[in-house]
């Protein structure tokens, strides 16, 4: 078969998402949006929700009503985009639970479904989503008459520990939430990692589950291996891939890999980016192309059929790190054409 394998470790998933909670006195949620950051909605889901989450995050409705299927009744789902114009079936017959952005979200949710429940998502500076503090006050008295399930907001620079607005921002959403009785949530990945104070009632892990940065405690859960699909010798002088933008300099094997920026290899890792053969590094050769890679093999004895591009020898963040990215790019670009294969007993 020539498309990659993507293999998936849902005991590391599971574990993770076990030290993240160990980590806190909070309830650990789960933030599944995005397929499951690329991963695969329904065996993370599945596998998240038999090691414990009870409480789960996406971005938009639908993904929230596929969650449903797969997980049934006996969990929360929470969508942080709120209640969109064309929502309310879906939130109805999946019973979502909206995080309501602004007073006309609001109006929307309780006029299309008054009772049905709602959770609440407050701008404490992040300026993305959420009630402006003014707002908040303006409606707060309505909204906490309920039935009101969670108070949230969101950190941008958790990942930065010393940064001067993870304290600014827990001192507004602390300010704005003071008697609230509904639970509440501030902290992502990077959050958990501040610190007590950041935890309030319940937590929304993603990254750290899939092992990406800040949580460099966490365990690898992916291996990525590309076939072989051809190599050849080069004579010095000769030239690979599009713009003939490599050159061997002597003698040159090169590996032809099934895998290209299509399927989430990007572009941008140019000549920074390599692969491995269990741990020896074999440099890409020339520009990634849409499906396929030159690979610089001439320092192997023998050709595998694959090359590792994500495995024990370089992990999400090592990879992003050569496309000038971030874990969370990689993950959510991961390609449709990749067998998912999972592992483990959670599996
Ligand atoms: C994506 C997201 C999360 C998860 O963040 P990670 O950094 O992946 O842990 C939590 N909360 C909100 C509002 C998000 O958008």
């Given at each position: 078969m020539a498309s990659g394998q993507l293999h998936i470790d849902l005991d590391a998933l599971a574990t993770n998402w076990r030290a993240l909670d160990q980590l806190t006195g909070a309830e650990t949620g789960a933030v599944v949006k995005a397929d499951g950051y690329g991963l695969g909605l329904e065996p993370v889901a599945r596998c998240l929700a038999r090691t414990g989450a009870r409480w789960f995050f996406v971005a938009v409705a639908s993904e929230g009503a596929r969650l449903r299927a797969i997980l049934g009744h006996d969990i929360q789902i929470s969508v942080l985009?709120?209640?969109?114009?064309?929502d309310t079936d879906m939130i109805r017959g999946a019973a979502l639970v909206p995080m309501l952005n602004d007073a006309a979200q609001w109006n929307r949710h309780r006029n299309a479904l008054p009772g049905a429940p709602y959770g609440v998502q407050l701008?404490?500076?992040?300026?993305?989503l959420g009630f402006e503090p003014a707002d908040w006050s303006t409606c707060r008295q309505e909204l906490e008459a309920g039935p009101l399930r969670l108070v949230m907001s969101h950190l941008a620079c958790a990942d930065v520990p010393a940064h001067p607005q993870n304290t600014a921002q827990l001192r507004a959403f602390t300010a704005m939430t003071r008697g609230v009785r509904a639970p509440r949530s501030l902290s992502a990945t990077g959050g958990i990692l501040l610190g007590r104070d950041y935890h309030f009632d319940i937590t929304r892990p993603g990254i750290g589950l899939y092992g990406g940065a800040p949580f460099t405690a966490a365990r690898p859960v992916l291996r990525l291996s590309l076939p072989v699909v051809q190599t050849r010798n080069l004579a010095p002088g000769e030239t690979v891939g599009y713009g003939g933008c490599f050159t061997a300099r002597g003698p040159t094997r090169i590996a032809t890999v099934s895998g290209g920026y299509a399927d989430g290899l990007l572009r941008a890792m140019g000549d920074s980016g390599a692969l491995y053969a269990g741990d020896a590094r074999c440099p890409l050769a020339g520009r990634v192309s849409m499906d396929l890679m030159g690979v610089d093999?001439?320092?192997?004895?023998t050709i595998p059929d694959h090359l590792d591009i994500l495995g024990a020898y370089q992990g999400v963040d090592a990879l992003a790190d050569a496309a000038g990215t971030i874990s969370y790019e990689i993950l959510t670009a991961l390609g449709a054409r990749y067998q998912r294969i999972y592992h483990g007993a959670a599996a």
């Open positions: 985009s709120g209640h969109m114009a064309g701008d404490s500076g992040m300026n993305r093999v001439t320092h192997l004895g």
